[in-house]
């Protein structure tokens, strides 16, 4: 999947931190700690909208006006290095797969 979204920066980036590390990516539901995690993952179709957002929480928002909120990854990073830039926190296998399926429908994204 490859992203070419309108990043948001309307909130200060301690609270879109915190948000994205507590609520699913999809939903919005928030996350119990001992819950389950499921995790997905893009890569931005310009390098340079990587190297803005390295390391930042940000805010994409989709044709819809739904916001969602993605972790862009560190150069230094494992998941950088397994090609992964962008990941979605989300709370089950349904918001996965919803948020994929609304991703590549409303901003022609591809795997
Ligand atoms: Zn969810």
Redesign the pocket.
Same mark, same amino acid.
Not at 26 to 29: F, K, L, N, Q, S
């Given at each position: 999947m490859v992203v070419e979204l309108e990043v948001m920066r309307n909130r200060p980036s301690e609270e879109r931190n915190n948000y994205w590390i507590s609520h #699913?990516g999809? #939903?919005?539901?928030e996350l119990d700690e001992e819950g389950p995690r499921i995790a997905t993952h893009a890569k931005f179709r310009e390098p340079k909208d990587y190297r803005k957002n390295e390391g930042l929480v940000v805010e994409f928002t989709l044709a819809t006006g739904r916001p969602v909120l993605a972790y862009v990854v560190t150069r230094n990073s494992p998941a950088k290095r397994e090609g992964k830039e962008v990941l979605f926190q989300?709370?089950?296998e349904? #918001?996965k797969e919803e948020l994929t399926t609304a991703m590549k429908a409303e901003l022609d994204l591809f795997d």
């Open positions: #699913c999809w #939903c919005d539901r989300v709370c089950s349904r #918001c």
